[in-house]
């Protein structure tokens, strides 16, 4: 056999190894929803969806999907509380507003890259490295909430207030917008979505920032961008996940003060929460 007969026979049998072992992967996987899809919703977490401002608008329809989808999170993902004890109330807010951003996706796994909650009691202290004219410094600030690395944190103290009040503030909601946003690789404020959307998204979403963004350089009054806040000016990915929480717990003042954006969010969720968590539905959101 000459070098490239056997070069051949070599790539094949690769290719044959990392299909075998990609499709006992997918199997493995499949089973385990499986399994997970035959439990039964317990009626503990019933209650704590119940008391949540969101989960009673809902259609009946989309309520069965969330408990098939929190299920789905609870068990494939760790909750490790740091300094605090992990219950179901944990649990199901932090599954339930994670996965009501994904309701309208075509998620089996939800969050695939996510393996870990990390849940503190309050904020957290981390070191941050600023650079102001190449002279780097580093500081302590106080976080409620981070993502990274397949990583989630979480404090509950703010976290459990917010998702149990509807209002312009969700931490849960927020965290997992970058979540989201990570998905096609970049933290960008820029989502995953079908490539016949992302002109429009990036030319509403880039002139709302960069409005907004000069306001605040300028120590301006922010007028109706007060509705998003001086920190979404951070950079585009924080003001995606802003943006998100407004759209979820204000959709009605977002659509009133930013019509065109509120129209992107829509189209990207696939929910129009200004009418469904104003009202309620009685058919499926959408």
């Known amino acids: 056999m000459n070098y490239y007969g056997a070069l051949f026979w070599i790539v094949a049998l690769l290719g044959a190894t990392a299909y075998a072992v990609y499709t006992l992967y997918r199997l493995r996987k499949h089973r385990e929803l499986s399994r997970i899809d035959a439990l039964a919703f317990p009626a503990e977490y019933e209650t704590l969806l119940a008391s949540t401002p969101h989960f009673p608008k809902l259609a009946e329809s989309d309520k069965e999907e969330m408990r098939r989808r929190i299920l789905r999170f609870i068990h494939t993902k760790d909750f490790v509380g740091i300094g605090i004890s992990v219950n179901d109330e944990m649990r199901v807010l932090i599954a339930f507003y ?13 969050y695939p890259h996510l393996s870990t909650i990390l849940i ?57 917008a970058h979540e989201i946003d990570f998905m096609n690789g970049e933290i960008d404020g820029i989502p995953p979505m079908d490539e016949e959307h992302y002109d429009a998204w990036t030319e509403v979403f880039d002139r709302e920032f960069d409005t907004l963004d000069a306001l605040v350089r300028d120590n301006a009054e922010l007028g109706k961008y007060e509705l998003f806040g001086a920190d979404a000016a951070l950079d585009e990915a924080e003001f995606f996940a802003v943006a998100t929480e407004r759209f ?21 969720y696939g929910i129009d929460t200004a009418e469904l968590f104003a009202h309620g539905y009685g058919e499926p959101i959408g």
């Not at 994670?98 to 939800?110: C, G, T």
């Open 248 to 268: 979820f717990g204000a959709g009605e003042d977002f659509k009133e003060d930013f019509a065109e954006l509120y129209e992107r969010l829509r189209t990207f």
């Open 98 to 110: 994670a996965s009501l951003l994904l309701i309208r996706k075509n998620a089996p796994l939800p």
């Open 120 to 176: 503190y009691p309050d904020s957290v202290l981390i070191e941050q490295n600023r650079n102001d004219g190449g002279v780097v410094t580093s500081e302590e600030v106080a976080i409620d909430g981070q993502s990274a690395e397949g990583t989630v944190v979480i404090t509950w103290d703010a976290a459990r207030a917010e998702a149990l009040e509807m209002g312009d503030y969700n931490l849960i909601l927020h965290e997992f």
